[in-house]
């Protein structure tokens, strides 16, 4: 497979369709491979505008939604990163050099470890890679200028938006399939956050998320 022409018509055909222009962006894109951090069974696909399957049950984001979201994190050298949910290790990557430096967290351990081995092969050293439950946050280094959500949550809790800096940006997937939310969160003072609805998907769960209260009559 030409990897190469491959990567160039999902740039042009999948992400500049989905009103991504950012160059700096598309330029990290086309810089770090996404088949190398792929399953090797399902490399062939890597840059195909799907979701891809995982170990436990879990999937990769479709190359398109990685570019979207971070476009509109705008993620910068200074920013301290915290990724909920690290899975094959690809969009740690292009966080990691986008960023100062990232914190990214699986309750799977062995998501952990092939990410770690995945970075090394482009030298991305400001990266801390934790096994453990971040569900409901991460509060070990906090309060971050970035996080990111890369499971569904049927509801927005709190403790995601409350770690971050004043001016730090969430990347959340809310709501119930078939019909979720992506949104970009904003927080602008102690106490106060602007939302804005990037676009609507279906992702599966983070592991552990709790649906919407329900009630019996």
Known sequence: MNFE????????????????FDQKVLDLIARIHREDFIPEEYRQLA???????????QTTMPPKMEARLLQALDVRKEDKVLEIGTGCGYLTALLAASAGHVTSVDIYPEFTQQAKDKLARYQLQNVTLETGDAVHGWSK????????VTGSVPVLEPGFQEQLNVGGRLF?????SPVMEAMLITRIGNHEWSRETLFETDLPPLVGAQGPATFTF
């Open 47 to 57: 840059l195909a505008d799907v979701q891809l399957p995982l170990l436990h049950g």
């Open 5 to 20: 022409q491959a990567r160039f018509n999902m740039i042009e055909q999948q992400i500049r369709t989905w009103d991504v």
């Open 141 to 148: 280094n906090s309060p971050y200028d970035v996080i990111v």
């Open 172 to 176: 959340v997937i809310v709501g119930v």
